[in-house]
Structure formats: C-alpha cells, structure tokens
C-alpha cells in the first residue's frame, strides 16, 4: 500500500481554548519497507500515525491511500479495511472479554470461520511469543503490560494488514519479546506490508527500518535512509536524538584515535568496521 500525506496539518484545542498545532504542512510518502519515525515526546509522531489510520483528521491537507482521499471520515474505512494501528497503550484498544476474541475480533469481522479464526489468532499470538491455549480464556485487561503489548500486536498481525503503523511497539518488552516483535515487523514488511513504526528506540530501529523520518515541533526535519540517519550520532545529537548504540560506540572511538569504517548500526558491524579500519591503518 502506498500512503501519502500532502501538507497535512492537525491541531488539538489546548487549556486557553486556543489551537496548538501538532502537525505543521507535513507531506510524506510510505510505499513498503519499515519507516521508523523519531522525534522527542510531542513532536507529533502519535498523531501522525492516528492520523494515517483515519483515527483524527486533518484540519488540512490530504491523505491518500494508493491514489484515493482517506481525509475526513474515509480513513476509518481505511483502517478496518487495510491497515492496523496498535496504540501506545495497548488497553485503548481492548474492548473483547478474552484473549482469543480479541484477537480473531478481525478475522471475525472478514468473514472467517471460527476454525480460520483460531488458527490465525494461534499464528499470530505464537509470533510474539504467546500461546493461545495458555492465555485464550484470559481478559486482555488482567494481563501484564508487556503481554498486553504483545497481544494488541497479535490482534493487527493476525489480518495480515497491508499497512502496519506501529506506536513504540517495544516499549516495556523484555528482550525475547522485543526479539519477536521486531521479527514479527520486519517479516510483514518482507512479506509486502507498508509498515511505520514510532520509536524512541534509534536501536529497535536499526535493527528493522530500511528509512528513518523524524519529526520536531510537528515538522519534518529528516528524511532519509537508516543507515545515514541511525549511523550518524552527530547528526541525531544535533536533532535531540540518540544513533544507535554501535553508531555512537563509532564515534566515540574514532575520538579516541580508532579507526572506525563506515557507519555500524549494531555490535557485529562494529566489530567488522574495526577490523577493516586497522587492516588499513
């Protein structure tokens, strides 16, 4: 699915009963691959994918969704249709009694039979690390957070959406459940999927994004691929935001008189970018 936001703009009353704007003229395309969007608390990236899924519209500008406006009120066809968003915080978007039905509530809502459904949902859940036999019978809302996480990415993945947008998906994980979340988000993209997904998390990024968009004051203020942005930690640091570790581990040895080849964006890249700078040293 290719998405397309042509200067968009969305403002929220704020305690003056005023208007603040939380996004200022943004215009982007999303066409496959994994977009991380980056950008300090408040700088719109929640909106901004609340907004792609039809979930707030626009003041002004339009979204459009392989060609057709998605602005005001379409977008919510979008969303039940094509795409998936899982919130920041997974309980917003739980309203079923037990795990399986909020799971297959997607499924069921397409058509699928209940064998369909559970097979799915079974799919799905074990994707992140869950098992439906164990948790099926479970309410959502007894869960802890970090398997309510799991389970409202379970929910989206389960209808195999063609557009995946994402709001800090690793937050609060464990490392076997970040492991497979972000497994499960570079397998859709793999498997066709158009995928955004905001994070704080510039190493969750590297590991999965193939471009990286970051927003400040509701602007974009870069734009380009993973490795320029994550691997540069001067350039993040300038913009208020963290590279990756191994990009910040870089710079710190080449401060330090080693050298340091390309742009590394994890441990097993550092140690290779090492090995061939002293093999030319």
């Known amino acids: 699915m290719r998405v397309t936001l042509d200067k968009v703009c969305v403002s929220f009353e704020d305690a003056s009963g005023g208007r603040t704007r939380a996004l200022e003229g943004v215009s982007l395309e999303f066409s496959g691959g994994v977009t991380g969007l980056m950008g300090q608390t408040g700088s719109g990236k929640t909106t901004l994918l609340e907004t792609v899924a039809g979930v707030l519209a626009p003041d002004s500008g339009r979204v459009l969704a392989d060609g057709l406006d998605a602005a005001r009120g379409a977008g919510g066809r979008l969303l039940g249709a094509s795409a998936g968003l899982v919130f920041q915080i997974p309980e917003r978007q739980f309203f079923e009694p037990t795990v399986e039905e909020e799971v297959s509530f997607g499924l069921r809502a397409r058509g699928a039979s209940s064998s369909e459904a559970r097979e799915r949902s079974a799919w799905a859940l074990d994707l992140m690390g869950l098992s439906l036999d164990e948790l099926g019978r479970r309410s959502p809302f007894a869960l802890s957070g970090g398997q309510q996480r799991r389970v409202a990415i379970a929910s989206v993945l389960a209808v195999r959406p063609a557009l995946l ?3 800090e998906p690793t937050a609060g ?3 076997r459940a970040r492991e497979a979340c972000l497994a499960a988000v570079r397998a859709a993209a793999d ?3 158009t995928v955004v997904m905001a994070s704080h998390d ?4 590297a590991e999965v994004a193939d471009r990286v968009v970051c927003l400040e004051g509701g602007r974009v203020t870069l734009d380009g691929p993973a490795r320029e942005l994550l691997g540069d930690a001067a350039l993040m640091r300038d913009h208020g935001l963290e590279a990756s570790c191994a990009a910040r581990a870089a710079a710190a040895l080449r401060r330090a008189g080693v050298a340091v080849e390309g742009l590394p964006l994890d441990a097993e890249e550092l140690a290779r970018a090492i090995v061939r700078g002293r093999g030319r040293a």
């Open 165 to 167: 947008l994402l709001d």
């Open 202 to 205: 510039a190493n969750a990024l």
């Open 191 to 193: 498997e066709g999927a």
């Open 173 to 175: 994980l464990d490392p």
